[in-house]
């Protein structure tokens, strides 16, 4: 492992991710709001930390409230959004490099998401608004016939799930 990535882990105090990578939690609001998506309460906001490491992927999933992905520092990170109903793919890079640096993209709520770093690490931050909560949270995994018909449209995306 690099030696910044495992300087991160340590110093950050990130915790391995169920999507993969390492995560921890850094801002809950305590003011609660009703998700338009779902008509229960959630708290307003949520933000974490999120780093992954080279050989390490944030499996294909969805979160049901939008989700802005920023980034902090590393090697580019690519991430892919897909629309629900499979029928477009859009790769992200987000990176601090060159002239035109892309430091933030926001995923939709309810597009399916996933990422890998382009070099050794990449760290990140993410944040939901109405806030993340595992009930509002999928892997692509969990549905069978939701994969088929992406690995026949989008047969590259395998090692995602």
């Known amino acids: 492992m690099n030696n910044r990535a495992s300087t ?34 959630r708290n ?43 029928a477009e793919i859009k790769k992200i890079v987000l990176h601090g490099n060159s002239n035109m640096p892309k430091y933030k993209h926001c995923v939709r709520g309810g597009n399916w998401q996933a990422a890998s770093t382009r070099g050794e690490y990449s760290l990140v931050g993410c944040t939901v608004a109405p806030g993340f909560d595992f009930a509002d949270f999928s892997f692509m995994a969990e549905d069978d016939a939701l994969q088929a018909i992406l690995l026949r449209k989008f047969p590259e995306l395998k090692a995602f799930l």
């Open 8 to 41: 991160l882990i340590d110093t950050l105090e990130l915790s391995p991710h169920p999507e993969g990578g390492y995560f921890k939690e850094m801002y809950r609001s305590a003011t609660d709001v009703l998700s338009p998506c779902n008509g229960t309460t």
């Open 44 to 86: 307003a906001v949520t933000d974490i930390y999120f780093l992954l490491i080279s050989g390490q992927i944030s499996r294909l999933h969805r979160v049901l409230h939008d989700e802005i992905w920023h980034f902090y520092e590393g090697d580019p990170l690519e991430l892919i959004e897909i629309q629900p109903d499979l």
